[in-house]
Nanobody, 118 residues
Framework: QVQLVESGGGLVQAGGSLRLSCAAS????????MGWYRQAPGKQRELVAA???????NYADSVKGRFTISRDNAKNTVYLQMNSLKPEDTAVYYC????????????WGQGTQVTVSS
């Protein structure tokens, strides 16, 4: 069993920065890929950034150059540093852990709200 808990969301003005954290606990050895998804009102959930156990990263085109995903294995935590925030970044951000098991499985955090004002 894996628990993912996000923190760091809030209200920020356009051009500002936030850092999201995702703390993992439980059977975290199951997780091969960690990622951040977001869902804005009226839009589908989309992948923002992902990082593999080997350190390979992937970003949505809309956030390249502005967001950085990283992980601290000693603290079992994944971060999303968000700079130069835009109003269109407003969404609920969800931490995701993908387990490559006999039957693949995804773990999800509860989500944290990020609101970027004009």
């Amino acid at each position: 069993q894996v628990q993912l808990v996000e923190s760091g969301g809030g209200l920020v003005q356009a051009g500002g920065s936030l850092r999201l954290s995702c703390a993992a606990s439980g059977s975290i050895f199951r997780i091969n890929v960690m990622g951040w998804y977001r869902q804005a009102p009226g839009k589908q959930r989309e992948l923002v950034a992902a990082i593999t156990s080997g350190g390979t990263t992937n970003y949505a085109d809309s956030v390249k150059g502005r967001f950085t995903i990283s992980r601290d294995n000693a603290k079992n935590t994944v971060y999303l540093q968000m700079n130069s925030l835009k109003p269109e970044d407003t969404a609920v951000y969800y931490c995701n852990g993908h387990a490559r098991l006999v039957v693949p499985y995804d773990y999800w955090g509860q989500g944290t709200q990020v609101t970027v004002s004009s």
